[in-house]
Nanobody, 117 residues
Framework: QVQLVESGGGLVQAGGSLRLSCAAS????????MGWYRQAPGKQRELVAS????????NYADSVKGRFTISRDNAKTTVYLQMNSLKPEDTGVYYCKAIFLYMRDFWGQGTQVTVSS
């Protein structure tokens, strides 16, 4: 089991920045990867960025490349999403996800990000 708690969301003007944090506890070392997803109103949840637990392989959605950066602390218990040059289309609920290969994944409760134009 993994427990995930996101924080750092809020209201920001277009062009601004936010840093999201995902504090993980439980069987974190057993994860294959940690990911950030978002869901805009009326749209499906989509992958924003992910980082593998071993090797630190990173993947970004094309829409955020060059603007967002995913990282983690040395203990690998906190994953961050630095979001720069935010656009109104980045608005949504951002979720942290613990990804496993051989068991079900776990989601956090989400944090709201609103970018005003």
């Amino acid at each position: 089991q993994v427990q995930l708690v996101e924080s750092g969301g809020g209201l920001v003007q277009a062009g601004g920045s936010l840093r999201l944090s995902c504090a993980a506890s439980g069987s974190v070392s057993s994860t294959y990867a940690m990911g950030w997803y978002r869901q805009a109103p009326g749209k499906q949840r989509e992958l924003v960025a992910s980082i593998t637990t071993r090797g630190g392989g990173i993947n970004y959605a094309d829409s955020v490349k060059g603007r967002f950066t995913i990282s983690r602390d040395n203990a690998k218990t906190t994953v961050y999403l630095q979001m720069n040059s935010l656009k109104p289309e980045d608005t949504g609920v951002y979720y942290c996800k613990a990804i496993f290969l051989y068991m079900r994944d776990f989601w956090g409760q989400g944090t709201q990000v609103t970018v005003s134009s």
